[in-house]
């Protein structure tokens, strides 16, 4: 580990984060292989931004659903927010973006969305639209408590892995090396080994019996 303030264990199966997320890459693979990219952003804040963007679904869909609920009728408004849920979790982990999960970061904070509902959902009551409002307030505990991620969760994993030659977690942090290396113009000539040390440190892992992907 790298201090009090780092997020993450290094262990013989790759890096877990304080939130329990596994990336199966050893710390040393990633200065071995993209020492560059971590004189500019350090480990520790690539695997900040890195479980960010992996729950970002939870997060847009937080911010769209009030203004869906506003123009859409009720019915149309909860489903299409399901529905854009499921599509920003199956294409996000191929569209990493430095600005996009700087920006998904602030809006995650759990202040910043209360006093949005409490003010959006104050509008609706306004506008007698309850039953809006209670699609409005129940939408926010089912997100914010995981869920609704959780129960989409079945559908959305297996997709992935059809989708995705790595796990999510992985997925994501080798595309934000990559955007971090292209943003400062530095060569990544062995990117495509972190690749194959990922799963490597996967199917370990996976033998191990302790796996959680």
């Known amino acids: 580990m790298e201090g009090s303030s780092t997020p ?3 262990t013989p199966y790759g890096l877990l984060t304080e939130g329990g997320r596994w990336y199966h890459v050893r710390e040393q693979d990633v200065k071995e292989y993209a020492g560059t990219v971590l004189h500019h952003v ?23 659903l009030p203004g869906m609920l506003w123009s859409l009728p009720v019915e149309w408004a909860g489903g299409g927010a399901v529905l854009l849920f499921v599509a920003w979790a ?7 973006s430095l600005l996009a999960v700087r920006l998904v970061s602030m809006l995650d904070h759990v202040l910043a969305q209360a006093l949005y509902y409490v003010a959006t959902m104050s509008a609706l009551a306004a506008a007698e639209m309850y039953a809006a409002l209670g699609v409005g307030l ?3 505990v089912l997100l914010r408590w995981g ?6 969760g079945y559908i959305v994993r297996p997709l992935r892995r059809v989708l995705y030659p790595l796990p999510v977690a ?10 971090v290396a292209l943003k400062h113009r530095l060569s990544l000539p062995q990117v495509d080994d972190i690749t194959e040390d990922i799963l490597n440190n996967l199917h370990s892992h996976q033998k191990s019996g302790t796996d959680d992907t």
Do not use: C, K, M, N
């Open 8 to 10: 993450y264990i290094d």
């Open 42 to 64: 350090p480990l520790g804040q690539l695997l900040r931004w890195a479980d960010t963007w992996i729950e970002s679904a939870r997060t847009v869909v937080a911010w769209a």
């Open 90 to 96: 199956l294409l996000s982990p191929a569209l990493p």
């Open 138 to 140: 129940l939408g926010f």
């Open 147 to 152: 869920v609704l991620g959780g129960a989409i």
């Open 170 to 179: 992985d997925q994501v942090l080798r595309g934000l090396i990559v955007r």
